[in-house]
């Protein structure tokens, strides 16, 4: 990871920490938590494992993972059996899946996905 990159996605992760906090500090008994912050949580997942932004923002590591993988839908391409092509996917979490030759890919990456 180059530093730039690094000091940028530390500083929208100590963002949406703040943001967390204000809204804990301002709420009232047990509210659930605002739609927007989950979504400011769940775009960190480009840059940051999801244990390590559930850790910093406080947050159930089971709930993020779900609503991450959830921001995702599957489309099925029709492809043909006879054609060779190489498929890299990356799930939020960073674990990653490559595929190369003549495969149901379709059927693999829906496998992926749904582990």
């Known amino acids: 990871m180059l530093p730039a990159k690094k000091a940028k996605d530390h500083?929208?992760?100590e963002q949406v920490h703040e943001l967390f906090e204000r809204w804990r500090k301002a709420k009232t008994g047990r509210d659930p938590i605002p739609e927007t912050?989950?979504?400011a949580a769940i775009s960190l997942t480009d840059g940051h494992s999801v244990n390590k932004i559930a850790r910093?923002?406080?947050l159930n590591y089971k709930?993020?993972?779900n609503r991450a993988r959830s921001q995702f839908t599957f489309i099925e391409l029709p492809l043909a059996a006879t054609v060779e092509c190489t498929i890299e996917i990356e799930k939020?979490?960073?674990e990653r899946m490559r595929i190369k030759g003549?495969?149901?890919v379709?059927?693999?990456a829906?496998?992926?996905w749904e582990r």
Do not use: V
């Open 11 to 13: 500083t929208a992760l």
């Open 37 to 39: 912050l989950w979504e």
């Open 56 to 58: 910093r923002l406080h």
């Open 63 to 65: 709930d993020l993972k």
């Open 92 to 94: 939020p979490t960073g």
């Open 102 to 104: 003549n495969c149901n």
């Open 106 to 108: 379709a059927e693999l």
């Open 110 to 112: 829906r496998e992926f």
